[in-house]
């Protein structure tokens, strides 16, 4: 079967809001957790603070660009994929024990 760009863009963002929602796979051989390996391969971090400079509200994370680009936004709680013309969007709860674990380490790097 012959996938579409737009769908493979499609099934890409779906397979990332799924990570975030239920967890990330393991890199074998890491000593880091699963989460941690991730962050590690962001490749920008976009920060959404508050009016008070202080207050960390979400991130958005480019975790693939040049084709496709793909940002996680955990502030709405979506995957957004673009590739040429094409988009791709999907959501991920945001209450799920992953999810707030993900939260967590980005308070704590904005933190540092």
């Known amino acids: 079967m012959n996938?579409?760009?737009e769908t493979q863009?499609?099934?890409?963002?779906?397979?990332?809001?799924?990570?975030?929602?239920?967890?990330?796979?393991?890199?074998?051989?890491s000593e880091e957790d699963p989460v941690m390996d991730?962050?590690?391969?962001?490749?920008?971090?976009?920060?959404i603070v508050a009016?008070?400079?202080?207050?960390?509200?979400?991130?958005r994370l480019l975790v693939?660009?040049?084709?496709?680009?793909i940002w996680i936004d955990?502030?709405?709680g979506v995957v957004e994929g673009y590739w040429w013309m094409?988009?791709?969007f999907a959501s991920f709860d945001t209450e799920t024990d992953n999810a707030r674990e993900l939260?967590?380490?980005?308070?704590?790097?904005?933190s540092c």
């Open 3 to 5: 996938k579409t760009t």
């Open 103 to 110: 939260d967590d380490y980005l308070e704590t790097i904005w």
């Open 74 to 76: 955990t502030r709405k």
């Open 9 to 29: 863009l499609q099934d890409h963002v779906n397979m990332l809001a799924r990570q975030v929602e239920y967890g990330f796979d393991e890199v074998d051989g």
């Open 86 to 88: 094409d988009s791709a």
């Open 38 to 47: 991730f962050l590690e391969g962001v490749l920008n971090f976009e920060w």
């Open 64 to 69: 693939a660009f040049g084709g496709p680009n």
């Open 51 to 59: 009016s008070d400079t202080e207050t960390l509200l979400g991130a």
